[in-house]
């Protein structure tokens, strides 16, 4: 939806399409967002609690690990806008109690389940919000209206993804997160109902040209063998080697931004892959604090989440807890799921974090008597 309102945009003036139109229309959302939440700090904090929390959303959540994202057709720009309209709406339509609220909170959480796949787990955590918190908005009816929306909207999306697309995400967790730190690699394909002699793929991708994707037949068997389930069931039996392969992928997802996703045009003349690091100031200190050290990391998200449910007031306390479970399972599916680009594919999870960082901020910040 928001890709085809760039095209057309972009088709108003001859030539070739300006990616800064999609750029533009993430960027307006977002910002439409924050506009959004003004009024909801201006009724519950006093003026210089209200400075404080915007200049932390200025600086976490308007850095360029985030807003360069806008500028490209990646799914996580969606899924970022429509995720900070869904907290933003939801704050509305709680305190307020007003029907608009309620129509954009039944809007947002509905397109954020369908913005990828990889996200569409989120919708368990909105709709046990939505139907926990129903006789607390304007209409009960419309909230279960919206659960209905973003449970049938990430149903779609995650029954939707076309099969060699899943394929090829298999292929990288077995050839790139699993085989290659594998102490036993032969059993563990044989396990997973492939070939011990399809070791030679291991450290390939799905995307590699000399990969197994290149040979036709390993390509039939692997589709028909290897799916969410039989990895899952492989994740269940080795507990100690799963938690291994998340806290690697939390290694990468350590650098915030990826290494190989440049932000400018080639005419500019700046070597290839080269990034914009105007405001860059928080990316950088997670960078620094995190990047190759991934066990700091989880530590962190998981010692951010306690906080948030000891700080938390009594009545906001299951909101903190939908929040601590969308944390857990965009790290989850992010780091298990796939192998290859976790920065990018932590986006979300980052944004969520962030959040989290300033909702644990607001705790501390004097409120209106």
């Not at 800064?20 to 439409?32: E, F, K, M, S």
């Not at 969606?78 to 709406?89: D, E, R, S």
């Not at 190759?292 to 906001?316: E, S």
């Not at 932590?346 to 004097?366: C, H, K, Q, S, Y």
Request: charged letters at 15%; hydrophobic letters at 55%.
């Amino acid at each position: 939806m928001l890709a085809a309102a760039a095209v057309v945009l972009s088709s108003l003036r001859p030539g070739d399409f300006d990616l800064r139109w999609i750029g533009a229309i993430h960027a307006v959302l977002y910002l439409l967002a924050i506009y959004l939440l003004l009024p909801v700090l201006a009724d519950v904090f006093e003026l210089r609690a209200r400075m404080g929390i915007l200049v932390a959303i200025a600086l976490l959540l308007c850095d360029v690990m985030y807003v360069s994202v806008f500028n490209s057709f990646y799914m996580d720009a969606a899924a970022m806008v429509f995720l900070a309209l869904t907290l933003v709406f939801f704050l509305r339509s709680v305190l307020w109690r007003r029907l608009p609220d309620l129509i954009g909170l039944a809007i947002s959480c509905s397109l954020l389940s369908v913005a990828k796949p990889q996200h569409a787990l989120l919708a368990i955590p909105v709709a046990i919000l939505l139907i926990a918190w129903r006789k607390r908005v304007a209409s009960p009816a419309l909230a279960w209206l919206a659960v209905a929306g973003t449970v049938a909207g990430g149903l779609w999306t995650a029954v939707s993804v076309p099969f060699d697309y899943r394929g090829n995400q298999w292929y990288d967790v077995v050839f790139l997160g699993l085989l290659p730190y594998s102490p036993a690699p032969a059993a563990d394909l044989a396990e997973l109902g492939l070939d011990p002699a399809d070791v030679r793929y291991s450290q390939t991708s799905a995307y590699f040209s000399g990969g197994g994707f290149a040979n036709p037949e390993f390509t039939a068997r692997f589709r028909s063998r290897v799916g969410a389930r039989v990895l899952v069931r492989f994740y269940l039996r080795h507990p100690f080697r799963t938690l291994q392969y998340l806290l690697r992928s939390f290694d990468d997802a350590g650098n915030t931004r990826p290494a190989d996703l440049g932000n400018f045009d080639p005419a500019e003349g700046r070597p290839p892959f080269a990034q914009a690091r105007s405001f860059a100031w928080w990316s950088g200190f997670r960078h620094w604090l995190f990047a190759g050290h991934g066990l700091r990391y989880f530590l962190f998200t998981v010692g951010l989440a306690m906080l948030l449910l000891a700080r938390v007031k009594p009545n906001w306390r299951l909101a903190a807890v939908c929040l601590t479970i969308a944390l857990l399972l965009e790290g989850v599916v992010s780091g298990l799921a796939d192998a290859a680009e976790a920065p990018r594919h932590f986006t979300l999870f980052a944004l969520l974090e962030d959040a989290g960082l300033i909702v644990l901020l607001a705790t501390f910040l004097p409120k209106k008597a």
